[in-house]
């Protein structure tokens, strides 16, 4: 960690939109790649960056989903990826590079949640190889773009409080939990932040990781409705409850991220309801958990992605 893990008193809270955020800013000029950014949070993030003028690059697993969803939005470019194949990531990134274009923002919004146990690639478990090896590959293999000034924005969870990086069984080849490996793969999303930071920032690039805020999206695809209702998502009739921030809502703190001048001169650390998260307490489900923000982890994880992938742009 560079700076300190506490609040700086942005102004904004919890209830503050994607829109608000970027009200006043001129992006015309900017290039934003935002991973699952025709979904969910990531949607309203190509929204609000598309919309303050930035171009902004959308790869998707599914492009005629993509396509359906962006319909009609102007500074927008749809792309082919898939973060469980190392493949499609390096193919995305080539031809990305062949453009010769430059990166501002970087966003990891892309994700998958607690699914039944699944393999991709050489058997990795499929939240962590789509959650974080995915999104390391491809940042390190787009890295010669990033433009000095750029920010990587990797965009975790609190559920990086259901667990650390199990560096003894990153794959649960043992008792695969499915809210456990969530848990590994939000907490190694903070991780590579944490790393990427103290790697780029001589390239004046730095890097946030951050929990959005709980909101119903497609991502709650796997679970019951009475997962969502002990979660807190819905009430037992289905109806969202307070609490539960709209997807508007809930894109702002990683825009924040990517473009906001309160945060020229940081990185390296985690955020939430667009401001700077301050550490974990006990038994408190906010703020950031110190194995997530541990230096020692950060480049622990680091090595090892860049053994399993093949990867790293800063060797
Ligand atoms: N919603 C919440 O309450 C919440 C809370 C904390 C953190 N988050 C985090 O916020 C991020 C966005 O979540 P969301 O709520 O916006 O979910 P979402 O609506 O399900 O969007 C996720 C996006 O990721 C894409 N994606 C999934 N697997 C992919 C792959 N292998 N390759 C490429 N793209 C892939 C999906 O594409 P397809 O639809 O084509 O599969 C979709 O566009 C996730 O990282 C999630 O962990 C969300």
């Known amino acids: 960690m560079t700076t300190a893990q506490h609040k700086i008193g942005s102004g904004f809270d919890g209830t503050t939109t994607a829109a608000e955020v970027v009200a006043g800013l001129d992006l015309t000029g900017k290039l934003a790649v935002v991973t699952g950014g025709y979904s969910g949070i990531g949607l309203e993030t190509t929204r609000a960056l598309a919309g303050a003028g930035a171009h902004v690059v959308v790869p998707a697993r599914r492009r005629a989903t993509a396509e359906e969803a962006l319909r009609g939005l102007g500074n927008v470019e749809i792309d082919d990826l898939d973060l469980g194949d190392l493949d499609s990531v390096r193919a995305f990134a080539s031809r990305f590079l062949e453009s010769g274009r430059a990166i501002d923002v970087f966003i990891g919004s892309a994700g998958i949640m607690a699914l039944p146990e699944t393999r991709v690639g050489p058997g990795w478990e499929a939240q962590f190889a789509t959650n974080h090896l995915g999104h390391y590959a491809l940042a390190n293999r787009l890295w010669p773009a990033f433009r000095p000034g ?70 709650v695809r796997h679970l019951e409705r009475q997962e969502l209702v002990d979660a807190g998502m819905v009430d037992e009739s289905g109806r969202v409850t307070g609490g539960t921030k709209t997807p508007e809502q809930g894109a702002a703190t990683q825009v924040w991220a990517a473009v906001s001048p309160q945060l020229d001169g940081l990185g390296g650390v985690y955020l939430e309801d667009c401001d700077v998260a301050e550490p974990a307490v006990d038994g408190v489900r906010s703020g950031v958990k110190d194995y997530a923000i ?20 800063f060797a």
Do not use: C
């Not at 541990?294 to 742009?313: K, Q, Y």
């Open 150 to 219: 750029a920010r990587l924005v990797s965009v975790s969870s609190r559920g990086h409080h259901y667990g650390p990086v199990r560096f003894d069984d990153l794959n649960f080849e043992h008792g695969y939990d499915k809210w456990l490996a969530y848990g590994q793969a939000k907490t190694a999303n903070v991780l590579f932040a944490v790393h990427f930071d103290k790697l780029a920032r001589d390239r004046d690039v730095r890097a946030f990781a951050l929990h959005p805020g709980r909101i119903l999206t497609e991502l």
């Open 294 to 313: 541990d230096p020692v982890l950060a480049e622990r994880l680091w090595t090892v992605s860049a053994e399993l992938t093949g990867v790293n742009a």
